[in-house]
């Protein structure tokens, strides 16, 4: 199945065709009131660690150090991408942060990590777990 996941800045205005709406920071966004911001949800979760997100931030870390890392922190957290996997199953999604750069942040890692949890569930889901079973019924004596 393909599954239409989006990344867009905050501070842009909301589409028709963007689906979910939901900001993944752990920050709420400078001068940002949430009824103006059309939000599905607000899921911090996902986000980086305050730690790591402050040490990219303070460009103590590289990209791709800070890559690595996110990835190994959504994957010692796997049940975290659980609520956005479900928004993406039921149509369009759009993931959102405050950051300047989107490309530089953390959505495209989280875009990658979350569309191979959804074809892995899907692949999952096409491989039968066990053979059927027939149970024949004796009648009663």
């Known amino acids: 199945m393909a599954y239409r996941i989006m990344l867009k800045r905050i501070y842009r205005p909301a589409e028709p065709d963007d689906g979910a709406r939901v900001l993944v920071d752990r920050l709420w966004p400078r001068g940002k009131r949430r009824e103006s911001l059309a939000l599905t949800d607000w899921y911090r979760d996902a986000s980086p660690s305050p730690a790591l997100r402050r040490q990219y931030h303070?460009?103590?870390?590289?990209?791709?150090?800070?890559?690595?890392?996110?990835?190994?922190?959504?994957?010692?957290?796997?049940?975290?991408?659980?609520?956005?996997?479900?928004?993406?199953?039921?149509?369009?999604?759009?993931?959102?942060?405050?950051?300047?750069?989107?490309?530089?942040?953390?959505?495209?890692?989280?875009?990658?990590?979350?569309?191979?949890?959804?074809?892995?569930?899907?692949?999952?889901?096409?491989?039968?777990?066990?053979p059927p079973c027939y149970l024949s019924v004796l009648p009663r004596k």
């Open 58 to 130: 303070q460009q103590d870390i590289s990209h791709g150090v800070f890559a690595a890392r996110y990835r190994g922190e959504l994957r010692d957290r796997p049940d975290c991408l659980i609520p956005l996997m479900r928004h993406a199953r039921l149509g369009p999604l759009t993931l959102l942060t405050a950051a300047r750069d989107v490309d530089s942040s953390h959505l495209p890692i989280l875009q990658e990590v979350l569309l191979a949890a959804l074809q892995q569930e899907d692949a999952d889901d096409r491989e039968s777990a066990s």
